[in-house]
């Protein structure tokens, strides 16, 4: 069993930045292609980022291409998701999610291991 616990969300306004982090704990974190995924109440959740085993290889949602970059440290079993320039419209819950899959994916059925959510508000 992985175990994901998010922090870093909250308040910000429209242009501002917050940085997203996932501590992951009970397994080698270093096995598992990451990602993040976001979900406002009554949508699906949908894809951000995902990031390969050694952290080389990135993807991310063309709504947050070019404002995101999703990044890791195995040494210090960490991921993270720096965001600038944000919208209200990125308002949501982001997750943290362990992929079992080779490289990542934008599938959230992809994904073995979930942590609790951290609520990221933009106010406009």
């Known amino acids: 069993q992985l175990q994901l616990v998010e922090s870093g969300g909250g308040l910000v306004q429209a242009g501002g930045s917050l940085r997203l982090s996932c501590a992951a704990s009970g397994r080698t974190f270093s096995r598992y292609p990451m990602g993040w995924f976001r979900q406002v109440p009554g949508k699906e959740r949908e894809f951000v980022a995902t990031i390969s085993r050694a952290g080389i290889n990135t993807n991310y949602a063309d709504s947050v291409k070019g404002r995101f970059t999703i990044s890791r440290d195995n040494a210090k079993n960490a991921l993270w998701l720096q965001m600038n320039s944000l919208k209200p419209e990125d308002t949501a819950v982001y997750y943290c999610?362990?992929?079992?899959?080779?490289?990542?994916?934008?599938?959230?059925?992809?994904?073995?291991?979930w942590g609790q959510g951290t609520q990221v508000t933009v106010s406009s």
């Open positions: 999610a362990a992929s079992l899959t080779m490289y990542g994916s934008r599938v959230t059925y992809e994904y073995e291991y």
